[in-house]
């Protein structure tokens, strides 16, 4: 079903709101990043907080352009633009935004917030360990850690859905 275009007005404000996302997302992202991890890779992930906040607020198009835009700039911030973080990242990354972005339509109502999170959290790092396994470390040891880290990606999931849900009644 096609919509009808915007307006100018509010064409503009459609793009300075996700200017204004993106740019959370941006400083959330290189703050996280001088928080020391407990395990490698694993960080609370609350940059993801504002792409769910996006997708359930204004769409999955414009969640996707934030956390595309948000991993790009914030490695390049951060120093990691094309190395081995910034393809985890951006892996991770475009991992749980689609499926949040899948799921979310298939079941309203059903899931919260804070179920979204947790899914996008698992794939997050499902996308990232698969990522490490096919192309850094192909050893099967590496698989031994997964459900550690699942278990870390659900208990982040929920951190990050609950921050979500407080934003989501803020920018709705």
Partial sequence: MATAPL????????????AWFAALAIAVHALEALIPSPLPGVKLGLANA????????????????????????????????????FFLSLAGGLAAWAV????????????????????????????????????LLPNPGLLHLVPLLVASA?????????????LVVVFH
Avoid: K, N
Avoid at 54 to 82: E, H, K, N, S, Y
Avoid at 120 to 133: E, F, N, P, R, W
């Fill in 154 to 166: 659900v208990a982040t999931g929920i951190a990050t859905g609950l921050v979500a849900t407080r």
């Fill in 50 to 85: 504002v792409t769910l906040v996006v997708l359930l607020v204004d769409g999955r198009r414009d969640a996707l352009v934030v956390t595309v835009v948000r991993i790009l700039i914030g490695a390049l911030l951060i120093g990691t633009f094309l190395g081995p973080g």
């Fill in 7 to 18: 307006d100018p007005v509010h064409a503009t404000e459609r793009q300075v709101r996700l």
């Fill in 100 to 135: 949040m972005a899948v799921v979310r339509p298939l079941w309203p109502g059903l899931l919260s917030p804070l179920g979204l999170s947790v899914l996008g959290a698992a794939a997050h790092i499902c996308a990232q360990v698969g990522l490490v396994y096919a192309v």
